[in-house]
């Protein structure tokens, strides 16, 4: 989709939903892109079609990837805190044309595949370290 189209979908969806913000339109796009490719280079195949699931975990490591420890702060601000808002996005999309679905896809596929705030929060937290000398 072309970035002026994919502008517009979100422009349209935004006029009936505000629960999210824009930017988190654009980076839930951005981790499909990176899921996509990821797969696509780690099975050594084709581009294909992306579960709830891979996707859920693509958004968390592509997040991670570009904010680093912003990532928790800015996701909340964007009023993504749980991995099902992901796939609200998703489906938000998928009505909007943007994004493509197959019959057994739906939004239950989303549903708290991981810990969201440990996941976004835990790589950056201090790793305990035994004292010996104490």
């Known amino acids: 989709m072309q970035p002026i189209q994919l502008e517009e979908a979100i422009a349209d969806i935004l006029k009936k939903e505000d629960r999210f913000e824009p930017g988190a339109y654009f980076l839930v796009r951005e981790a499909l892109d990176f899921t996509v490719e990821r797969i696509a280079k780690e099975n050594k195949s084709e581009k294909r079609h992306v579960a709830g699931a891979e996707l ?28 099902r808002h992901i796939g609200e996005i998703v489906f938000l999309f998928i009505e909007q044309g943007v994004f493509g679905k197959q019959d057994s896809d739906s939004l239950e596929d989303f549903s708290e595949i991981y810990n969201f705030e440990e996941a976004f929060t835990a790589p950056f937290k201090p790793k305990k370290t035994s004292n010996p000398a104490a």
Request: proline letters at 4%; a neutral charge; glycine letters at 10%.
């Open 56 to 83: 859920v975990k693509g958004f968390r490591d592509y997040a991670l990837q570009e904010y680093g420890p912003m990532a928790a702060t800015l996701l909340q601000d964007w009023g993504i805190t749980k991995c």
